[in-house]
């Protein structure tokens, strides 16, 4: 037979009343300070859509605009946005720089300028604490080279990009793994304008690319100094035409080929909008790096 269950209620002298506090759960994400970009050639066309980029893209605000051009006039009606952003075009960087950093914030300088002023601007960023992204064409090696010897001593990020198309980057990886397979190759460009920096950067990093891997392109003709055959770019018979039609896009296709088979890559720009996407990957990357890094290829 079991036990019996004995309970007993026992008064107390005196009554306590214990209140249960409301708990309320909710999913809060610790509260993230925006990135402050500063666009350093903001009156430029790529300027001018990156200052709409930034605006729209989360995580990340325009905090100032320098140019020596429609200095003083709002950036935001200067793009055409619907509303001012309340940030007038500045020609001096060191004063942004410095009203800026007084925020603590994270702050990233990108810069359009020109290859003569690129150095001197990622210094005056890295004095006061902001990484750097350079989108410069015509940047000498040179300067990359000094650049990032200058970074790593300041332990302090830079992204240098010669492109900032996702499509030319997956373009020169196609290139790359094509490479191996053809022994003839040869890269055709157009411009819709004429430009100073022919073959352009990008016709030049594919050569480069494709260069030095143990192969040699063109044989046929490779010491021929014809010049409707092309520029030759390296030590390898990779071969360059650049074309200046007007109404065409700002096309790169390499052609690859071997008795039988053409392999062709083609990618072809028809707004700068296309580079926005990458310039706001390099933004967001370059706030965790603390050395330089060239090209975007390395984040994708």
Same mark, same amino acid.
């Given at each position: 037979?079991?036990?019996?269950?004995?309970?007993?209620?026992?008064?107390?002298?005196?009554?306590?009343?214990?209140?249960?506090?409301?708990?309320?759960?909710?999913?809060?994400?610790?509260?993230?300070?925006?990135?402050?970009?500063?666009?350093?050639?903001?009156?430029?066309?790529?300027?001018?859509?990156?200052?709409?980029?930034?605006?729209?893209?989360?995580?990340?605000?325009?905090?100032?605009?320098?140019?020596?051009?429609?200095?003083?006039?709002?950036?935001?009606?200067?793009?055409?946005?619907? $509303?001012?952003?309340?940030?007038?075009?500045?020609?001096?960087? +060191?004063?942004?720089? %410095? !009203? *800026?950093?007084?925020?603590? /914030?994270?702050?990233?300088?990108?810069?359009?300028?020109?290859?003569?002023?690129?150095?001197?601007?990622?210094?005056?960023?890295?004095?006061?604490?902001?990484?750097?992204?350079?989108?410069?064409?015509?940047?000498?090696?040179?300067?990359?080279?000094?650049?990032?010897?200058?970074? $790593?001593?300041?332990?302090?990020?830079?992204?240098?990009?010669? +492109?900032?198309?996702? %499509? !030319? *980057?997956?373009?020169?990886? /196609?290139?790359?793994?094509?490479?191996?397979?053809?022994?003839?190759?040869?890269?055709?460009?157009?411009?819709?304008?004429?430009?100073?920096?022919?073959?352009?950067?990008?016709?030049?990093?594919?050569?480069?690319?494709?260069?030095?891997?143990?192969?040699?392109?063109?044989?046929?003709?490779?010491?021929?100094?014809?010049?409707?055959?092309?520029?030759?770019?390296?030590?390898?018979?990779?071969?360059?035409?650049?074309?200046?039609?007007?109404?065409?896009?700002?096309?790169?296709?390499?052609?690859?080929?071997?008795?039988?088979?053409?392999?062709?890559?083609?990618?072809?720009?028809?707004?700068?909008?296309?580079?926005?996407?990458?310039?706001?990957?390099?933004?967001?990357?370059?706030?965790?790096?603390?050395?330089?890094?060239?090209?975007?290829?390395?984040?994708?």
């Amino acid at each position: 037979m079991a036990p019996a269950l004995s309970c007993k209620l026992r008064h107390t002298p005196y009554r306590c009343i214990k209140r249960v506090p409301y708990i309320s759960c909710s999913m809060q994400q610790p509260s993230q300070t925006n990135i402050k970009v500063i666009i350093n050639g903001g009156a430029k066309e790529i300027g001018r859509a990156a200052v709409v980029a930034v605006t729209k893209a989360r995580g990340m605000e325009v905090a100032g605009a320098i140019d020596s051009y429609l200095v003083g006039e709002d950036i935001g009606k200067v793009c055409d946005m619907e $509303e001012a952003l309340e940030i007038p075009i500045m020609n001096d960087l +060191t004063m942004v720089l %410095g !009203s *800026i950093s007084q925020s603590k /914030a994270s702050a990233v300088v990108v810069d359009f300028t020109d290859p003569s002023t690129v150095y001197d601007n990622v210094k005056q960023a890295t004095a006061f604490g902001m990484k750097s992204v350079v989108y410069v064409p015509r940047l000498k090696m040179e300067t990359v080279s000094a650049l990032s010897a200058f970074c $790593e001593k300041a332990s302090m990020g830079c992204i240098v990009a010669p +492109t900032l198309s996702i %499509g !030319s *980057i997956l373009l020169q990886q /196609a290139a790359i793994s094509a490479s191996f397979h053809y022994n003839n190759v040869e890269i055709v460009e157009s411009r819709p304008a004429p430009a100073l920096d022919f073959p352009s950067q990008d016709a030049i990093q594919i050569a480069n690319n494709i260069t030095n891997l143990g192969q040699m392109y063109n044989r046929e003709d490779i010491s021929t100094d014809i010049p409707a055959r092309g520029q030759v770019i390296g030590e390898d018979g990779v071969r360059v035409h650049s074309m200046v039609l007007p109404g065409l896009p700002s096309s790169t296709t390499v052609y690859f080929s071997r008795p039988g088979e053409v392999y062709t890559l083609k990618h072809d720009i028809t707004d700068v909008q296309s580079l926005m996407p990458g310039l706001l990957l390099a933004i967001r990357k370059v706030v965790r790096l603390k050395s330089l890094v060239y090209g975007l290829e390395k984040f994708l």
